[in-house]
């Protein structure tokens, strides 16, 4: 039987700023990525995410990003791999803090737009970020977003790492993302097929028809698309019919 999480990116509203609609997408998630102050969120969505997933027995991780609220943390900053380090320790720290007040603790570690590039496009920032990481706690899973950051986890001794997919993206041949500015909805019966391919068979149909391999433990859904839970009862309708189980990250780990 197939094991697999369902993580999404979520706790990025702030201020009287709304982002994604995590109330109705946490029951059908196994692991939340809850941003961590700098690129999106404030103490206050902390907080109020961290209880929400706990309600939920969703299991929570960081979202650190780049201190760039302004731009949604996808512009890059000029930071050496000690400085993109300390920015994921402070985030790991802050959520850290409000998972202990709840009762919960922090699974895993999922870097966001520019950071989570450059980590993918310098090994030394990448391993920076996993040093830091194991600092804080050596049973943290890292989630990778590409395949060249989870070449670089294997080599890292101590890291956990999960390979992550998408199925409300597109891939490219080489399984690079088509990354829209503004997303919009998507046939939930087309993303469920497509979450179902991965799950199964490591495998999906990249857009120009070419099958490419996406050998994912865990499958991300944009809390902000549109439609984000029609895909999701989509997805949840297929888990019966193709003995696909449902686990949060570290349940996922002990299962391979």
């Keep these: 039987m197939p094991t ?41 969505v902390m907080r109020e995410t961290v209880e929400l997933a706990a309600e939920h027995d969703v299991g929570i991780g960081i979202h650190p990003g780049f201190p760039d609220k302004m731009g949604f943390g996808r512009r ?11 920015y994921v320790v402070y985030q790991l ?24 590039s450059m980590l993918s496009e310098s090994p030394d920032h990448a391993r920076a970020v996993m040093d830091g990481m ?11 977003t590409d395949m060249h950051i989870y070449e670089v986890a294997q080599e890292v001794d101590g890291v956990t790492a999960v390979f992550e997919g998408y199925v409300d993206l597109d891939y490219r041949a080489d399984r690079s993302l088509i990354v829209e500015q503004q997303l919009e909805d998507r046939d939930p019966e087309l993303v469920a097929d497509r979450f179902v391919s991965i799950a199964t068979d490591g495998v999906v149909e990249a857009a120009n028809g070419e099958e490419i391999d996406v050998p994912a433990d865990s499958i991300c859904i944009h809390g902000d698309n549109p439609n984000a839970v029609e ?16 686990a949060s990250l570290p349940d996922v780990v002990n299962s391979s």
């Design 76 to 86: 890059t900053i000029d930071a050496t791999p000690e400085e993109v380090r300390d």
């Design 231 to 246: 895909i999701l009862e989509a997805i949840h309708d297929r888990l019966e019919d193709h003995d696909i189980k449902l």
């Design 93 to 116: 720290g802050a959520l850290t803090a409000f998972a202990q007040r709840h009762g919960v603790t922090v699974e895993h570690v999922k870097p966001h737009g520019a950071m989570y």
């Design 134 to 144: 194991l600092e804080v706690d050596e049973e943290l899973v890292y989630l990778a």
């Design 4 to 44: 697999i999480d369902i993580n999404c990116d979520m706790g990025e509203s702030f201020g009287n700023w709304t982002m994604g609609n995590d109330e109705a997408v946490m029951p059908y998630i196994t692991s939340a990525n809850i941003a961590g102050g700098f690129h999106a969120g404030d103490p206050h």
